[in-house]
């Protein structure tokens, strides 16, 4: 194999304060001989390292010491979108794998799963796929599965079920909360008070029944009430 150029590197930022965790990834990637790595711990951080440029990969936990990994992702993708974003994480619950997905993550892997070559799952997403862990695609699937049987067979699909009679205001505050949004931006955006918009997304997971923050924006999602 000829040595890579400065033109075929692959650059990457990978965010992550676990110190042990972010050097055996560094290390395993830069042995690799074809990736370009710049390490950040926070999300201040990782911002700060955009200023010289976007990356080519991003690889982000989502437990962070200044916020949520969701943030970083959906700013990636809204200001990048030909970044390749991987989650590396901890955290494979409903709404952490929902809303990184939703916002704009194409892998996600749990850190007990790692495979024996990150290079090469690295140079896959790059190629185009989407590197998941087997629990969290044995997820995706049963949700997925879940939400076609519970339709009636034979039954037409119009654009827009909104069977949970959401009103318009409650949809565009479910918009926020699957763009990853905090209450607070949410409510800037919709000119509401923060302490309103809480109410409103009791009302929303009683409509949709629905007791998280990934199942609303799933359901949202099969119902057509939002786009992404």
């Not at 990356?55 to 030909?82: F, K, N, Y």
């Not at 009679?165 to 509401?192: M, N």
Request: proline share 4%.
């Amino acid at each position: 194999m000829k040595p890579s150029t400065e033109a075929d590197r692959i650059t990457v930022l990978l965010v992550e304060d676990d110190t042990p965790t972010c050097g055996r990834l560094r290390d395993a990637l830069a042995g690799a001989g074809d990736f370009e790595v710049t390490t950040a711990a926070t999300l201040s951080e990782a911002r700060a390292a955009f200023a010289a440029g976007y990356p080519r990969v991003l690889l982000t936990d989502l437990q962070l010491p200044d916020g949520h990994g969701v943030e970083l992702i959906r700013e990636t993708r809204q200001a990048s979108p030909a970044t390749e974003i991987m989650v590396v994480s901890i955290l494979g619950d409903e709404q952490s794998v929902i809303s990184a997905i939703m916002v704009g993550a194409t892998g996600y892997l749990l850190k007990d799963a790692f495979p024996t070559d990150i290079a090469a799952t690295v140079r896959d997403l790059v190629a185009g796929h989407s590197p998941i862990s087997a629990s969290i695609a044995r997820f995706i699937v049963r949700r997925t599965q879940g939400a076609s049987e519970a339709r009636a067979p034979g039954r037409a699909v119009s654009a827009v079920l909104n069977t949970a009679k959401l009103t318009p205001r409650e949809i565009d505050i479910l918009w926020g909360i699957a763009k990853g949004f905090s209450y607070a931006e949410i409510a800037e955006h919709l000119g509401l008070s923060r302490q309103t918009v809480p109410g409103h997304i009791k009302s929303i997971y009683r409509k949709l029944e629905v007791n998280k923050r990934g199942e609303a924006v799933f359901e949202a999602l099969q119902q057509g009430l939002i786009r992404l």
